[in-house]
């Protein structure tokens, strides 16, 4: 089966990037399943109900998130009636939503396990995304043995040990928040594909989808700077990942980058 994992997508323009593209893609690569990083789709932080539903609609089964998902109060009463919308599952038992999900494929029996984690290395406070993984993944292959890995993180070393850490056991681990995509893509001894960071979909003109002279400001002077969304024609981002059913691994692993017009 093929499977679709799309990075941080920033705004509007991210939304209107995936309109564009998720529908081209499924019927030029013959995609099943599509995974995307929402905690950005929003005005550039967070994400609201409306908008996860616009995401939804446009042929994603699941969205992934990481440290801004809270940023919209109105996510939370949501998330506990929307399984398909995780926050990362090593925040602390209770929060709302779940950090994991099990999901068929469209048409298929196959079913295909999404886990949500987050670093600790220059991050926020949360628990062992390393022990909450292992603990998570007993449970997910009690249903599946396609298992798809979004580490939301900032260092590169923590994503890589996650991947080695994983190998084997998971179908894929992809790297997100840092909208930077990275040229590793690999598929490890054990059969687990791997990408440090899948990327963004958002304005390409910008600082990480964010305006640029807000930002050059902002290192200039290190005085407060309001962080608006870029606009201009989109990168969409991602990896493209081969998975054989009968066993879960991965065969192949492809990064995904296509411009759409603004």
């Given at each position: 089966m093929k499977l679709l994992y799309l990075g941080d997508v920033v705004g509007r323009p991210g939304r209107r990037g995936l309109d564009s593209l998720v529908p081209r893609l499924r019927a030029r690569e013959g995609v099943q399943f599509v995974i995307a990083n929402?905690?950005?789709?929003?005005?550039?932080?967070g994400i609201d109900p409306d908008n996860a539903e616009q995401l939804f609609d446009l042929g994603i089964d699941v969205l992934?998130?990481?440290?801004?998902?809270?940023?919209?109060?109105?996510?939370?009463?949501?998330?506990?009636?929307?399984?398909?919308?995780?926050?990362?599952?090593?925040?602390?038992?209770g929060n709302p939503g779940a950090g994991w999900v099990v999901r068929a494929v469209r048409g298929s029996e196959v079913t295909v396990g999404v886990l949500n984690l987050i670093g600790r290395v220059f991050m926020g406070?949360?628990?062992?995304?390393?022990?909450?993984?292992?603990?998570?993944?007993?449970?997910?292959?009690?249903?599946?043995?396609?298992?798809?890995?979004?580490?939301?993180?900032?260092?590169?070393?923590?994503k890589?040990?996650?991947?080695?850490?994983?190998?084997?056991?998971?179908?894929?681990?992809?790297?997100?928040?840092?909208?930077?995509?990275?040229?590793?893509?690999?598929?490890?001894?054990?059969?687990t594909a791997y990408l440090t960071d899948a990327g963004m979909c958002g304005p390409e003109d910008s600082v990480l989808g964010v305006k640029t002279e807000a930002v050059v400001r902002r290192f200039l002077s290190q005085m407060p700077a309001r962080f608006d969304v870029a606009?201009?024609?989109?990168?969409?981002?991602?990896?493209?990942?081969?998975?054989?059913?009968?066993?879960?691994?991965?065969?192949?692993?492809?990064?995904?980058?296509?411009?759409?017009?603004?």
């Open positions: 929402c905690e950005n789709a929003s005005g550039g932080k992934t998130s990481g440290n801004h998902i809270w940023r919209n109060p109105a996510i939370v009463p949501y998330m506990k009636d929307n399984a398909r919308l995780l926050r990362p599952c090593n925040f602390p038992p406070p949360a628990d062992c995304p390393f022990q909450i993984a292992q603990a998570a993944i007993e449970e997910m292959r009690k249903q599946t043995h396609i298992i798809f890995v979004d580490m939301h993180g900032e260092a590169t070393s923590e890589v040990a996650m991947g080695r850490f994983l190998d084997g056991r998971v179908s894929a681990v992809v790297g997100s928040h840092t909208h930077i995509q990275t040229a590793d893509e690999t598929i490890l001894p054990g059969g606009s201009g024609p989109v990168l969409v981002q991602g990896a493209l990942v081969d998975i054989d059913e009968a066993t879960g691994r991965a065969t192949s692993i492809t990064r995904v980058r296509e411009r759409v017009a603004a």
